[in-house]
C-alpha cells in the first residue's frame, strides 16, 4: 500500500502536528497558496513534493504550475488551486485535488473523487485544521483519510479563545494604520483587546491583498 500525503493552504506555516502525519508518505501533494518556498524545501525533507500555484503564491512562485495531472501509483490525479478552475477538457482523471476554500471536501461526481484537504496552516478562526491521507492498494484501489489535527488555542476555553468582537469592522480601519505605522501583532491585539491570533489574521490579509478594504478583510478571514 502506498501512502500519499494531500495537503494545502499552508499560508507560510508547516505545523509540526503536520510534519508529523506526513512521515511515511511517499509523496506529498500540495494545492497551492504555500506562500513561501521554504515550506516546499521544509515538505520536501519529508517527500518529494507536487504542487500547484494558488492565488496567493506571487512572484516567488512563478516555477509552480497553475494546474498538474500526474500517475500516483497508478491514480490519475490532477491537481489546481481553486477548483472553479477546473477546465472543461479535463484528462481522464480518477481524483481532483484542489484547495483554496480552508474547508474540507470530498464527493464523487462523474465516477470522479473530489478532494479539499483544507488548510493545515494559520487558522481561520471557526474552521478546521486538516490534512488527508491518501492510501492507494497495488490493484489501483484507494481510500481517503482525513486528518483534523488539534489547534493549541481549542486546548482551553474553547469559544473564549476564538471570539471576535462584534465591533470588530470598526475596529479594523484603526488596525490598518498601526500595520502601517509598523505596530506588531501583538501591540495591536494588546491595545483592541484582541487575540493575537485575530490580530495576525487581519495584518496578514492586508499586506499579502494590496488595496483590500474593510469588507474584504472580514471576508478572508472567514466572517
Known amino acids: 500500500m502506498h501512502k500519499i500525503g494531500v495537503i494545502s493552504d499552508t499560508h507560510g ?25 521554504k515550506i516546499l524545501d521544509e515538505l520536501g525533507e519529508i517527500a518529494p513534493v507536487c504542487a500547484v500555484r494558488g492565488n496567493n503564491d506571487k512572484e516567488w512562485a ?6 498538474l495531472a500526474l500517475n500516483v501509483c497508478g491514480l490519475r490525479v ?3 488551486h481553486n477548483k472553479r478552475d477546473i477546465p472543461k477538457d479535463l484528462p481522464e482523471t480518477d481524483l ?5 476554500s480552508h474547508k474540507y471536501e470530498e464527493k464523487t461526481v462523474g465516477g470522479i473523487q473530489y478532494l479539499n484537504p483544507g488548510s493545515c496552516g494559520p487558522r481561520r478562526f ?7 491521507l491518501l492510501f492507494i492498494e497495488d490493484n489501483g484501489d484507494f481510500r481517503i483519510e482525513k486528518r483534523l489535527l488539534q489547534h493549541p488555542e481549542t486546548r ?8 471576535i468582537p462584534a465591533d470588530i469592522a470598526l475596529m479594523i480601519p484603526a488596525i490598518m494604520k498601526e500595520i502601517d505605522a509598523g505596530k ?7 491595545k483592541h483587546r484582541i487575540s493575537e491570533e485575530l490580530s495576525e489574521q487581519i495584518a496578514r490579509m492586508y499586506l499579502t491583498h494590496p488595496g483590500v478594504d474593510v469588507e474584504g478583510i472580514l471576508r478572508r478571514i472567514g466572517m
Open 78 to 80: 490532477f491537481m489546481v
Open 156 to 163: 482551553g476555553s474553547k469559544e473564549e479563545t476564538h471570539r
Open 13 to 37: 506555516m508547516l505545523r509540526a502536528e503536520v510534519a508529523e502525519a506526513l512521515q511515511g508518505c511517499e509523496l506529498i501533494l500540495h494545492g497551492g497558496d504555500v506562500n513561501e518556498q
Open 62 to 67: 512563478e516555477h509552480l504550475p497553475q494546474t
Open 184 to 190: 506588531s501583532v501583538k501591540q495591536i491585539a494588546k
Open 96 to 100: 481532483i485535488v484542489y484547495g483554496h
Open 126 to 132: 471557526h474552521q478546521e485544521i486538516t490534512l488527508a
